[in-house]
């Protein structure tokens, strides 16, 4: 049996591995002659980053799973240790990202390898520490946490699930989404082709 929470994670992954890789997509395309349109999506989905992962996903991944996986597979002491210390430079690594971003679209093409190095290395830093979530940590919890463990997991997982990942809606976020979707070139959204 999957427990809510576990779907929960794989699932606010999927949805953040999304939109990483449609960044990198949208990176590849570059503006075009629309750069207005290609910046504001780009920070939307930066802000999505920031916003959502960093502030709800993996606060609960950091205060109650990982600390439960610790408590049941001392051995995963290690893996556990990178991946709080990835959650704990998080926030700067996206904040220092949106800042190679704003320094591109305000100061021109000079800046726009850095943002580009920067991005290309910052997707790569986020996909290896789902997959590490992933390959070490959850199936470890899948087979030792207790009843009691998932009862408390479920709990604050469905508390405040990810709305791109679960297709719930949310008013708060519905304007990102919709500015994402609509003004993003397919295939990442709907938007005009750039």
Known sequence: ?????????????????????SLIHMIDRGPGDQPERFFDVLRAMLFYIDEFPERFHHPKESDLLFPKIARVAPELMSVIQRLENDHMAGEGRVRELQHLLLAWELLGDARRPAFEEGARKYVDFYLAHMGAEEHHLLPVAQERLTDDDWKQL?????????????????????????????????????????
């Open 1 to 21: 049996m999957q427990r809510p929470a576990l779907r929960i994670i794989r699932d606010e992954h999927v949805a953040v591995a999304a939109v990483l890789r």
């Open 154 to 194: 479920d709990a604050a997982f469905l508390a405040h699930k990810d709305p791109l990942a679960s297709g719930e809606r949310d008013p708060s976020f519905d304007r990102l989404f919709t500015r994402i979707v609509m003004r993003a070139p397919a295939p990442i959204g709907v938007g005009p082709e750039a």
